[in-house]
């Protein structure tokens, strides 16, 4: 097992003697590395943000509509009563997919494995620590070669004269 994998991402995958009618998007999923499947995954979960939210507000910019105040008949009256209600069901629905999806999130931050998280972070430390002290020599030896330069200049300035 020399590629050791950067997640622990379960994939869905049927077995090989089984014939689910794959298709050829989840076999591209399934041949994608950990970061593509997890980048892949929250494009997921943001279009779903995205669409209930719009959900949300175009119910409200609806129901604002719908309370306009004016000569009306009964059966307007009755139309609108009735088109505020599936808008206001939608915007629940809505909503609770919104809990939904936020509760799924937590249980995913909750059940992720820390210790790789924590492990990746300390890698990434050190690596910016020794690019950090590489850096900081690069420095002093510029910094000692000006110097030296600069000396050097003087010394020869004060000899000419």
Same mark, same amino acid.
């Given at each position: 097992?020399?590629? =050791?994998?950067?997640?622990? =991402? !379960?994939?869905?995958?049927?077995?090989?003697?089984?014939?689910?009618?794959?298709?050829?998007?989840?076999?591209?999923? =399934?041949? %994608?590395?950990?970061?593509?499947?997890?980048?892949?995954?929250?494009?997921?979960?943001?279009?779903?943000?995205?669409?209930?939210?719009?959900?949300?507000?175009?119910?409200?910019?609806? /129901?604002?509509?719908?309370?306009?105040?004016? +000569?009306?008949?009964?059966?307007?009256?009755?139309? &609108?009563?009735?088109?505020? !209600?599936?808008?206001?069901?939608?915007?629940?629905?809505?909503?609770?997919?919104? /809990? *939904?999806?936020?509760?799924?999130?937590?249980?995913?931050?909750?059940? *992720?494995?820390?210790?790789?998280?924590?492990?990746?972070?300390? =890698?990434? /430390?050190?690596?910016?620590?020794?690019?950090? +002290?590489?850096?900081?020599?690069?420095?002093?030896? /510029?910094?000692?070669?000006?110097?030296? &330069? !600069?000396?050097? %200049? !003087?010394?020869?300035?004060?000899?000419? *004269?």
């Amino acid at each position: 097992m020399s590629d =050791v994998p950067q997640t622990d =991402v !379960s994939r869905p995958s049927a077995l090989p003697t089984a014939n689910l009618q794959r298709t050829a998007t989840s076999q591209s999923l =399934v041949d %994608q590395n950990s970061e593509e499947y997890l980048d892949a995954i929250e494009e997921d979960w943001n279009k779903r943000v995205d669409m209930e939210v719009e959900t949300l507000v175009d119910g409200m910019v609806d /129901l604002v509509t719908l309370a306009s105040i004016g +000569d009306k008949d009964k059966f307007r009256i009755a139309q &609108e009563s009735f088109q505020a !209600s599936s808008r206001a069901e939608s915007m629940i629905r809505a909503a609770n997919s919104l /809990l *939904s999806i936020t509760h799924s999130m937590k249980l995913l931050l909750l059940l *992720s494995d820390e210790a790789q998280i924590a492990h990746r972070r300390d =890698v990434e /430390l050190q690596n910016v620590q020794k690019d950090r +002290d590489e850096i900081k020599e690069e420095v002093a030896n /510029l910094l000692t070669d000006l110097l030296h &330069e !600069s000396h050097s %200049q !003087s010394i020869a300035s004060r000899q000419r *004269s």
